[in-house]
């Protein structure tokens, strides 16, 4: 259970992460062109961006809540999991960020969702038969 609650709140700060990041670059190219002449002042509004900042700090979160589940589980049964949080980026970019997302981009989100729902399947079943007991 806690493997799980850690994967959940790793998924939640990637997909949160993401979002900030996405969402502070924007405000830096809308503030600035790409013109040499403005690289200063562009990462000076960079370093001072609290959305690039919020962002980066809910990545770490992500990483190292991450790490701490490698030592509790299998690779094989994290990693499915956390790949979850492409279906949760795919909805958050089309509603926080006014995304356009194809319904064929949907289906492809779809199947990637259900490739993980087999995976993990496939690995809790795994898990019990090492331990023991019937699948």
Known sequence: MKTLLFL?????????????????????????????????ALALLALTSPWLWAGAALLATFTLLFTLVLSWTDLSLALPVISVEIVVNVALAGWLLGESISPLHWLGTILVAAGVALVVGTAQDKTSLDQGQPA
């Open 8 to 40: 959940a709140v790793a998924v939640v700060a990637q997909a949160a992460g993401n979002i900030c990041l996405s969402l502070g670059m924007r405000h830096l190219a809308a503030a600035f062109s790409a013109d040499s002449e403005h690289w200063g």
